[in-house]
């Protein structure tokens, strides 16, 4: 089985839901400003190699201190970051992430060179860790978005629904979330999309629940799925998130989370999407925001706005730790 090599060696892409959650976005410094890819590894390239050669020690540190809190880290690595730390060889499908204009909404893209995705069940854990990592890190980085995530009840988003539901498990779950053979070198790594959502959560609260239904697509307090729409009616959430071709159904894994700071008045969702094809996750936000058909977008989009929009290459801990040598 070609997963089966991997899967011994993959960045615990496929942890599990916890109740909390960090999503840190850096730039690394230096490379903002326009140094040219091929520049060499300057003082601040070296900085992050060291640091992401130690990140599987550094877990282990402060995990080692509550095993049940179930802390991970995964790292994802930009494109724009991956020569200078990778080589020229890079992930068959890894790009920057392009801007998806739909006539009313757009998936727009922003600056990311690395991913820190950092889950436990326990948030002082999660502070901890970030707190080493960037530590490790120093100057050689700046911060371009940093949520601190948490779980609502029984996995719900900030607009009621359970969220994470169709996530694939199983012996679907590698399958659909790492690379395989299909591109040899970067086997057991996975491709990472993360999009900041904030809601307009009065606007929704005044549609009625069944109105809210339909635009997902599932019952709210059951979480039953409801029937697909005819193929020129307006799809709902799940259906338009829903890709399937002669070689059947592509799942992603999502570990969606909500945040807000209702003081602000801020409710958001924090989407995050691994999957072994970069395709399938582009084709979901092109069937969201440009709507099937064209024009029927996906109304969750009238009541969510993304903030940013950034694609990372998760290698595995085995590619992390050799930038150390
Ligand atoms: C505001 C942001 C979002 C919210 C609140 C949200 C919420 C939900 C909810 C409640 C479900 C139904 C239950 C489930 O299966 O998890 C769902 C399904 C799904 N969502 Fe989202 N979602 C968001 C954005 C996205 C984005 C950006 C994508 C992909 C690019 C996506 C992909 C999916 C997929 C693949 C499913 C499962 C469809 C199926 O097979 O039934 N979602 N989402």
């Not at 070689?247 to 999957?275: K, Q, V, W």
Request: with cysteine.
């Amino acid at each position: 089985m070609a997963h089966a090599d991997a899967r011994g060696n993959i960045q615990n892409i496929e942890g599990p839901l916890t109740r909390s959650a960090v999503f840190l976005v850096l730039r690394v410094r230096g490379r903002a400003s326009g140094s040219a890819p091929d520049a060499g590894p300057g003082a601040e390239i070296a900085t992050v190699r060291a640091a992401l050669a130690g990140l599987e020690d550094l877990v282990k540190t402060v995990g080692f201190r509550e095993p049940r809190a179930r802390l991970t880290c995964t790292a994802g690595i930009g494109d724009g970051i991956w020569a200078p730390l990778f080589g020229e060889r890079k992930p068959a499908e890894l790009h920057p992430f392009r801007e998806i204009a739909g006539a009313t909404h757009t998936a727009i893209a922003t600056p990311g060179d690395l991913l820190l995705h950092i889950r436990a069940d326990r948030e002082d854990l999660v502070y901890e860790l970030e707190r080493l990592i960037l530590d490790a890190l120093g100057g050689a980085v700046e911060t371009a978005d940093e949520v601190s995530g948490f779980r609502y009840f029984d996995a719900r988003d900030l607009l009621g629904f359970v969220d994470g539901t169709a996530n694939p498990v199983g012996r679907d779950l590698p399958e659909a979330v790492l690379v395989g053979e299909e591109d040899p070198a970067f086997a057991g790594g996975s491709y990472v999309v993360v999009q900041k959502y904030l809601h307009d959560l009065s606007a929704w609260q005044r549609l009625t629940t069944e109105e809210q239904e339909a635009v997902m697509g599932r019952t709210k307090s059951d979480n039953v799925e409801l029937d697909d729409a005819a193929a020129d009616e307006q799809k709902a959430h799940k259906t338009l998130a829903t890709i399937e071709d002669e070689a059947g159904e592509h799942d992603i894994l999502r570990d969606n989370m909500p945040f807000a700071r209702p003081g602000a008045g801020e409710f958001g969702t924090y989407f995050i999407g691994y999957s072994r094809r970069l395709w399938v996750i582009e084709k979901m936000l092109e069937r969201m925001f440009v709507g099937d058909p064209p024009g029927k977008h996906d109304r969750l989009l009238d009541f969510s706005t993304p903030v940013t929009g950034s694609t990372f290459f998760v290698p595995t801990p085995g590619m992390l730790s050799a930038l150390g040598e």
